[in-house]
């Protein structure tokens, strides 16, 4: 086993109980160990290397091995088929959305990615489930309470087209940047789960939250492909085992999170509201079709929404929910 060292950059604060670190150390952990510590993973987190949009270009270069901490957002540009997964209330829960990811369509969209970036999709869990708007200083109980609401986005089309179909005008802002944004005025709020809301502190300057759950998000862990098949066999394999191990632990980090993080975000202040369905109907109608559109516009292949609407009937029958 010769020795061998790696980055691996991520935007999360350094912080273990939070799933984009946990993810990273769970991954830095299992290679080291395996390997008696000759392959080494050096963890930079809190966007040390730059912007995360930076780190995937690093990546793409082989200057900086393995990047975590990506959503799909910061995908998109790289990748225009990421866009699949951004369909408004495509999915019923996390547990669908997971197995349809973990099969033979996650098993597609992984290989095309690597074809298409020259980056290979290691980790991939979610980001604390859902979207749904924060907002500070207003309050969101109906589609006409977003009526003009600045709103932060990521850089991806379908979810600025999913907030402009609501009445509220999209805007991108980097994630380092999103705090001091909202706490400033510069946008009424931003469209994460509670989780990740959690993971930046935007507890402390949001007000309240809608809990639409609009759109699955996910944090991925992804590796230069040049780089991985330069590495030894063994170590190839142990990358391979690290990510699946860091994906297992992330979503059990998530899972604690999404219980217990209404809790957290409430006891400093923000009302949490669960809209009824009516109100749920009345968002998706106002964004599917649109929205659906945009998804299939901005990919190379669209023919992977309808295979990937296949792929979700297929996990509800086999998860019993048919």
Do not use: C
């Not at 040390?48 to 910061?74: C, K, P, Y």
């Not at 990740?196 to 996910?218: A, C, K």
């Not at 369905?277 to 669209?302: L, S």
């Amino acid at each position: 086993m010769p020795e061998m060292t790696a980055t691996l950059g991520h935007s999360g604060p350094e912080d273990i109980t939070q799933h984009q670190h946990r993810a990273a150390v769970t991954f830095k952990n299992h290679i080291e160990s395996a390997s008696d510590g000759n392959f080494t993973i050096e963890i930079s987190p809190g966007g040390a290397l730059g912007s995360l949009r930076e780190m995937i270009e690093q990546n793409q270069s082989g200057s900086l091995e393995l990047v975590g901490s990506t959503a799909e957002g910061h995908i998109a540009p790289f990748y225009p088929n990421i866009n699949v997964y951004a369909l408004p209330y495509a999915f019923r829960n996390v547990e669908v959305a997971n197995y349809v990811f973990d099969n033979e369509f996650g098993d597609t969209l992984w290989e095309d990615f690597r074809d298409q970036t020259g980056l290979r999709m290691l980790t991939w869990y979610d980001n604390g489930g859902f979207r749904s708007f924060g907002v500070s200083g207003v309050e969101i109980e109906s589609v006409e309470d977003m009526e003009g609401l600045d709103i932060r986005t990521m850089q991806i089309e379908a979810h600025q087209e999913l907030v402009s179909q609501l009445g509220a005008n999209p805007t991108p802002i980097d994630w380092n940047e999103l705090y001091q944004a909202i706490e400033q005025g510069v946008v009424a709020g931003q469209e994460n789960s509670i989780p990740t809301v959690i993971s930046g502190d935007l507890h402390e300057v949001l007000d309240w939250i809608i809990l639409d759950r609009h759109v699955f998000t996910m944090n991925f862990i992804h590796g230069n492909e040049e780089w991985f098949q330069g590495l030894p066999q063994y170590y190839q394999q142990l990358v391979v085992q690290a990510g699946q191990l860091a994906s297992q632990e992330a979503r059990s980090i998530n899972r604690i999170q999404r219980e217990r993080g209404r809790q957290t975000v409430e006891d400093a202040g923000v009302t949490v509201y669960d809209p009824p369905q009516d109100v749920i109907d009345d968002f998706a109608e106002a964004t599917q079709e649109p929205v659906g559109e945009v998804v299939r516009d901005q990919m190379d292949d669209p023919g992977l929404v309808d295979e990937m609407q296949e792929a979700i009937q297929q996990a509800e029958e086999d998860l019993g929910y048919q």
